[in-house]
């Protein structure tokens, strides 16, 4: 059992023991990080064969079915037929800030899975501050989308850039926020504290994920929404909108260099999918107490495809929201609700004495009540005497 | 570890080009950009005296640098609401421009 | 150490004053990137930590991303920046030679800094908490209403030049 749970650690100290000791730490660092990247790199590999499927489930088509079994074997073509495509650089555009743009966009995102333990042991480090590196390295990505927009010389692509940076740092304040909660609760910034704090079980069954509780479980709700909208994931896929600004800052974009913002936009879905895992869904924990023999890495890659298939789902069943409305959804909603489950922790861990009898109820009632009230009230009050009977849609007549 | 003097030697220069750029340049951005340069310089000499102190139990010089850096946050804030005010007004964000007192 | 601080110092320092030189205000933007991810570095190799890492997310996360948002919005690409605010120019680079001077002799002419090598691990994250909630209250309460100021003042200063471009 603890073999098979820590087969890849005792694989990484095994490799290291071979290296001369002068060599042993840098050593250690590379195979994490070649861990990391080829692990998500794969991942994102079967994303897209799953995304293009799923989706294609959600139209009534068949989707990919050419290459290989089930189309199994699309993202290789796909991958092929990226990397062989000529890189263009437009005339007018400024060839630094075009070429860089990429890097830019995609390197904070794969050093940000340093910090995500995925599974028992299996972190690349430990920072004490992990939380406000990922979010750190979160905010350098829209350097990136800004310079690929600015770069291209484009006017969609600047239109699309402004829109992403607009979108990103709206989004940014209540996902943070979102998270804080977490670290109220748990009184560390590391992730693998946070996760250390969500094991054991409640009644030797239910594992005590912060999900479980009521703030957890606002929390939880509001992070996931501001996490589609920083990923740029639809219904918050406003910057590429391909509608309305073609495909926004990655327009002028073709071959390798496209490639990587597509591989920079799902790393980016995956880290913060890790990220919402691992503060809310109990990291690598399993979820009851009779299924803690599963390996952990397999509880955290579990979770990360269902986050996956979450947002297939998602993509294939919202339409888009309109710039304005996104804009009013994050000021007027997610900021007010972000601070009020802020209350509920705060409430949560004030009656952590409670001892008579139902307190656990009640303490779920009236923090529940709290989050619900909150949310009941902002979603209504500015609708006050509007009617509220269903909508009619009316078409082009 | 790299002696106080080289940090502090840094930071002057740091310092220097900020108020170079505050002084010498007129567009209200960049002005922004040399002031945010100047706060740098002093938070590096904060966090490099409290790091060479001998009793660094307490985080004082840290928590000081924290809260530069959110008075900065609210300063770019409030500079950059002035800057697009006076571009609404005056097409442009010429700090030259802004001499009088009435809008 | 060896190389590491001069390097990091050297990258610092030119990017610092490409932000403040350079003619396009997107270029200066992006230079003053490299300076503040420069110095965060340097933060770092000074075992701050998480100072190093709020640099990073307040500075480069949302400052500068302002700063290259209001540049967008005022289309800053298009003003002529040919002119100089202090002329002439080099009376506003003497001030800053001078007083950089000054810094510098004064850091000189120290004989010894009274202080001595550090001893033992920096205080964590827990210290930096106790800290906030315990001495710093009432600098916390005040940055918090700083900042809210600041943030209600910014939303009418933008809103109101709109409304009188309006009228």
């Known amino acids: ?397 | 570890m790299v002696p106080l003097d080289q940090y502090l030697l840094l930071s002057a220069l740091l310092f220097g080009i900020g108020l170079a750029g505050v002084l010498t340049r007129r567009n209200g951005i960049i002005v922004l950009i040399g002031v945010e340069l100047m706060l740098n310089a002093a938070n590096l000499n904060f966090i490099a005296f409290w790091r060479h102190r001998a009793d660094t139990g307490a985080a004082d010089g840290l928590l000081f640098a924290m809260f530069a850096i959110g008075v900065a946050a609210a300063e770019v804030a409030v500079g950059l609401a002035l800057i697009i005010a006076l571009y609404r007004a005056r097409r442009s964000v010429n700090l030259d421009e802004a001499k009088e007192l009435k809008g | 150490m060896g190389l590491t601080f001069p390097l990091l110092a050297t990258v610092t320092w030119l990017a610092a004053l490409g932000a403040v030189a350079l003619r396009r205000p997107v270029y200066a933007a992006l230079s003053l990137v490299v300076a503040l991810l420069g110095l965060a570095a340097i933060f770092l190799t000074l075992e701050a930590q998480f100072l190093g890492m709020v640099q990073i997310l307040v500075y480069v996360g949302a400052v500068v991303v302002l700063v290259v948002f209001v540049i967008q919005f005022t289309r800053n690409d298009e003003v002529p920046l040919t002119g100089l605010a202090f002329r002439p120019v080099s009376l506003g680079v003497g001030i800053a030679v001078l007083v950089t001077g000054g810094l510098i002799a004064c850091i000189a002419g120290t004989p010894e800094w009274a202080v001595k090598p550090p001893e033992g691990p920096p205080p964590g994250m827990r210290q930096i908490g106790e800290g906030l909630m315990g001495v710093y209250v009432p600098a916390l309460e005040a940055m918090g209403v700083l900042l809210t100021v600041a943030l209600i003042g910014a939303v009418l200063i933008a809103m109101r030049g709109r409304s009188t471009s309006l009228h």
């Not at chain 1, 799902?266 to 809310?280: E, N």
Request: proline share 5%; hydrophobic share 55%.
């Open chain 1, 1 to 397: 059992m603890t073999a098979l749970d820590q087969i890849f650690v005792n694989l990484k100290h095994a490799i290291v023991a071979l290296l001369p000791v002068a060599w042993q730490t840098p050593g250690s660092m590379v195979i994490s990080a070649a861990a990391i990247v080829g692990t998500f790199a794969g991942l994102f590999a079967a994303t897209t064969w799953i995304e293009r499927k799923g989706l294609a489930r959600l139209q009534n088509r068949m989707g990919p079915n050419r290459v290989g079994p089930f189309g199994l074997f699309q993202p290789i073509a796909d991958g092929l037929k990226m990397l062989t495509k000529e890189d263009i650089i437009p005339r007018q555009a400024d060839k630094l800030a075009h070429t860089l743009a990429p890097i830019v966009a995609v390197a904070p995102v794969i050093v940000a899975y340093a910090v995500l333990p995925v599974g028992r042991n299996m972190v690349a480090v430990n920072l004490e501050a992990g939380l406000v590196f990922f979010f750190a390295l979160g905010g350098m990505k829209e350097i990136g989308v800004f310079m690929a927009g600015w770069g291209s010389r484009n006017k969609f692509s600047l239109l699309g850039s402004m829109r992403a940076i607009a979108q990103m740092i709206s989004y940014e304040i209540p996902l943070v926020v979102s998270t804080l909660v977490v670290v109220m609760a748990v009184g560390s910034l590391s992730l693998v504290d946070m996760v250390e704090a969500q094991t054991g079980y409640h009644a030797g069954l239910l594992a005590r994920w912060h999900v479980f509780t009521p703030w957890g479980l606002g929390g939880f709700l509001l992070f996931l929404i501001a996490a589609t909208a920083e990923s740029n994931r639809s219904p918050f896929d406003l910057p590429e909108g391909e509608s309305e600004i073609i495909a926004g800052h990655m327009l002028e974009y073709s071959g390798f260099k496209y490639a990587l913002f597509f591989l920079g936009e799902y790393m980016g879905l995956f880290a913060i999918s890790g990220l919402g895992i691992t503060l809310f869904l109990g990291g690598w924990t399993a979820p009851f107490s009779f299924l803690a023999w599963v390996p952990s890495w397999l509880w955290f890659f579990g979770k990360l495809l269902c986050f996956i298939a979450f947002f297939v789902w998602l993509r294939g069943t919202m339409p888009r929201l309109r710039a304005d409305q996104l804009m009013g959804f994050a000021w007027k909603f997610m900021l007010p609700m972000v601070l009020v489950n802020l209350l509920v922790v705060a409430f949560w861990q004030f009656t952590r004495g409670w001892e008579f009898f139902g307190a656990g109820v009640w303490r779920w009632v009236l923090g529940g009540g709290m989050f619900a009230g909150a949310a009941w009230g902002l979603a209504r009050l500015p609708r006050v005497g509007q009617p509220t009977g269903p909508r009619v849609y009316r078409f082009a007549e």
